[in-house]
């Protein structure tokens, strides 16, 4: 479905078989959790990348590796861990039948939520720890239950199936982010390997051999004097900041994506996915290019 089908929802119609929608769940504490994680990672992010582009416009090196892999480890590694194994535990089904809703938890718990009962489905203000749903109620309160979908449209529009005015916010801005987020962002496990593990090596194998033939005479140098070890901890030298180094070049590109991204889908609705697939593109091309064209510049510099 395209998203300039958003705004012409179908009329409410009745539905037979029920639709079923895999997600997240978080209670509000659950969620403060994940929320707080989530800031104290993006804090740490923001506090060693400002770090890092002060010491490239400056010409200095204060950022060494130790402080930054600490840092990294307990400001980013920790909080990552913590909110994967929150979210594993909030993986929970929504069921949409003709006249109501069914919200089953992991642990087998039910909620059934009829929809004459509800008054609105509203994307999360702050999208954290990912784009999600809150089911308001004519009473005035919440679902107990905070839905995490990145993708919400589909729901927004079955639910606007049921019954219209549920749907609505298929046109909000976040639910059109969410969706190009979701298509045209390559997140697969292989995609960050090669981006932040593979590619590193390239640079550090440059700037390495380099510094074999200044100090050793040859490529193998220091691997004859000294042996495989020594020659293995000097390339390690090179490579562990670097990597962390382009580890922080990478958040920093992701953060001016995502706020163009989320800008576009605000401000310029038809423009979402054309937005979205450029600022992809341009990182990947600012990442890649923009590395070894700094490569060569400290060579020829």
């Known amino acids: ?80 861990v913590l909110v994967a194994g929150m979210r594993a535990r909030a993986r929970a089904t929504l069921e949409m039948g003709a006249t109501g809703l069914t919200l089953t938890l992991r642990d087998g718990a039910r909620l059934e939520v009829p929809l004459e009962v509800v008054d609105a489905v509203r994307p999360w203000r702050l999208p954290l720890p990912g784009p999600g749903l809150v089911v308001r109620m004519k009473s005035g309160r919440a679902l ?77 140098g220091e691997y004859q004097m000294s042996g495989l070890t020594a020659y293995l901890r000097s390339f390690g030298r090179y490579y562990a900041p670097i990597a962390l180094s382009l580890l922080l070049i990478a958040v920093f590109w992701r953060a001016v994506a995502e706020g163009l991204s989320l800008a576009a889908a605000k401000w310029f609705p038809s423009w979402t996915r054309g937005v979205r697939r450029g600022v992809e593109w341009c990182c990947r091309l600012v990442y890649y290019g923009g590395i070894m064209a700094f490569t060569a510049l400290r060579f020829l510099s």
């Open 144 to 220: 107990g239950h905070g839905l995490e979908v990145e993708d919400a449209l589909p729901l927004l529009v079955a639910l606007g199936r049921r019954e219209g005015s549920l749907g609505e916010a298929a046109s909000h801005p976040l639910v059109r982010y969410g969706r190009a987020r979701r298509e045209l962002w390559k997140k697969r496990w292989y995609h960050l390997l090669l981006k932040l593990v593979v590619f590193p090596l390239v640079p550090a194998g440059i700037f390495f051999r380099a510094h074999q033939y200044i100090a050793f005479g040859g490529p193998f």
């Open 1 to 80: 479905m395209s998203l300039s089908s958003v705004d012409a929802l179908p009329s409410p119609t009745p539905t037979a078989e029920p639709e079923r929608f895999t997600l997240h769940a978080w209670t509000t504490a659950q969620r403060g959790v994940a929320v707080t994680a989530r800031l104290v990672m993006m804090t740490c992010l923001l506090v060693f990348t400002t770090w890092l582009m002060s010491d490239i416009l400056q010409g200095t090196q204060t950022l060494t590796a130790q402080p930054l892999l600490l840092g990294l480890a307990f400001g980013c590694g920790l909080p990552v």
